[in-house]
């Protein structure tokens, strides 16, 4: 029995030679329904896709946005506004648990080497990661912003609210040391800001920490687009990218594949581990920040700001470079969408 509905526009009405014939059944004569997939017209996703290295094209995008610009709250604001003040609090808690650990560990009698600090620093980006990625992603990095910025993962405007409120969380966290910290018995609170600010160690030649900063933040950023943004088949079928469609490139190359789903799921864990080997490297020439927001909140309440640039041009270059190296090698996102078929009887 055929069935009366209101007509939408997201249905579809065929005709008779529209419908396929199954074989060895009769030719069906009702009207069929075919319901579209659409995306809905108030998307969330501000991916720009493309990114434009004309600054007046970056003018023009803001501009957009700030003759949009409306006092009203809508879900868009709401999701933008939950992601940016939740990239705030993650680079916060991040940075306050790094610093502290270095002044925490200046406070003791026999002060203990590095590895504390790698460890501390794997340990707490593992459990923020898996706590704020679907929040904000966990970025807390400027660096980490800028490669996603220039490779078309997120808007100019996105980006830029990241990096400004990353930075403004920097100077908080490094404030909030001199609350839970009592200071020096012969000093003032101005030393605990000082005990963890980041510069090149005496005697290092400023190409040496430049490039130091460059190779640190390229291999954070690569894993971190290799595991947390790229996309593999769930068939485990690889689809190496660029290939033509008959192409058996790639074929018996890949000893272990995974998921998108169980390669994602790893990920905090793969970019923790990250974090920890790679502050076992630079310490004794840059310093081993490879994240400006980690320089800038002691620089600013120290009010020295010595080779900063070293930390703000090496990473961002490190960073970009890894972004673009990685898409060489990533997969391609595999996505099946099949249209729903009713028919009224």
């Known amino acids: 029995m055929s069935s009366s509905f209101k007509q939408h526009s997201d249905f579809k009405q065929l005709n008779d030679d529209d419908i396929p014939i199954i074989a060895g ?9 075919v319901v579209t997939a659409e995306p809905p017209a108030d998307s969330f996703d501000d991916a720009p896709g493309r990114f434009s290295w ?14 949009e610009f409306t006092w009203e709250m809508d879900e868009r604001k709401r999701v933008l506004l939950r992601a940016v003040f939740g990239e705030g609090l993650v680079t916060f808690l991040f940075l306050f648990i790094v610093e502290a650990t270095a002044v925490n560990n200046g406070r003791q009698e026999n002060p203990e080497n590095l590895v504390l600090s790698a460890i501390s620093t794997a340990l707490c980006s593992v459990a923020l990661i898996y706590s704020f990625a679907d929040v904000s992603g966990a970025h807390f990095n400027p660096a980490v912003t800028f490669a996603t910025i220039v490779t078309g993962k997120v ?25 839970v910290f009592p200071h020096p018995m012969q000093g003032s609170y101005r030393d605990i800001p000082s005990s963890v600010l980041v510069n090149l160690n005496p005697g290092v030649p400023l190409v040496h920490g430049f490039f130091m900063e ?12 290799a595991t947390a943004f790229d996309t593999v088949d769930t068939s485990n079928k690889v689809k190496v990218a660029g290939a033509s469609k008959d192409s058996e490139a790639g074929k018996n190359l890949t000893i272990y594949t995974t998921s998108g789903n169980t390669k994602a799921g790893f990920a905090p864990i793969a970019i923790g581990f990250t974090l920890g080997f790679l502050c076992l490297i630079g310490g004794s020439v840059s310093g081993g920040a490879f994240n400006p927001a980690r320089v800038f909140g002691p620089a600013v309440l120290t009010g020295n700001f010595s080779n900063n640039w070293v930390y703000w041009v090496g990473d961002f270059l490190g960073a970009a470079l890894a ?14 969408s099949h249209a729903v078929g009713t028919k009224n009887n």
């Open 323 to 336: 972004g673009w190296t990685q898409s060489l090698f990533a997969h391609e996102a595999v996505q099946n």
């Open 214 to 225: 460059v190779i640190l933040t390229f291999v954070l950023v690569y894993v971190i687009f």
């Open 54 to 67: 004309n600054p007046y094209d970056w003018y023009l995008d803001l501009k957009k946005e700030y003759d």
């Open 25 to 33: 059944s009769d030719s069906v004569k009702e009207t069929a329904i």
């Open 155 to 179: 808007s100019l405007k996105k980006g830029l609210m990241f990096i400004g409120i990353q930075l403004l969380a920097a100077i908080l966290a490094s404030s909030f040391l001199m609350i």
